[in-house]
Nanobody
């Protein structure tokens, strides 16, 4: 069972960048589909970016062209590079994983990190 720990959150101004990291213990198992979700205050949790079958990636429409999901198996880390941040990107960001891609797509993966907070000010 993977254990996930996010880091890299913080406060930035509109237009700024942050890179979130998700350290996976004991290692990144390529049988698991990895994803990033976020939950803004008073809103439902939403998928932001994910690895899907064949290593393809998918993104929420609201972040396409600005966010990039990547991973480095040698460092057991999944990243979310966030550029051109906007106030509406303010949320707690979670790393998640599951062996079943449909559960990731449905937003119900079994394994979650504790979250890292991102605040974007105007």
């Amino acid at each position: 069972q993977p254990q996930l720990m996010e880091s890299g959150g913080g406060s930035v101004q509109t237009g700024g960048s942050l890179r979130l990291s998700c350290t996976v213990s004991p290692y990144i198992d390529d049988n698991y589909f990895m994803a990033w979700f976020r939950q803004a205050p008073g809103k439902e949790r939403e998928a932001v970016a994910a690895f899907e079958r064949g290593g393809s990636t998918s993104y929420a429409d609201s972040v396409k062209g600005r966010f990039t999901i990547s991973k480095d198996n040698t460092k057991n880390t999944v990243y979310l590079q966030m550029n051109d941040l906007k106030p509406e990107d303010t949320a707690v960001y979670y790393c998640a994983a599951d062996r079943e891609v449909w559960k990731v797509v449905q937003g119900i993966p079994d394994y979650w990190g504790q979250g890292t907070k991102v605040t974007v000010s105007s």
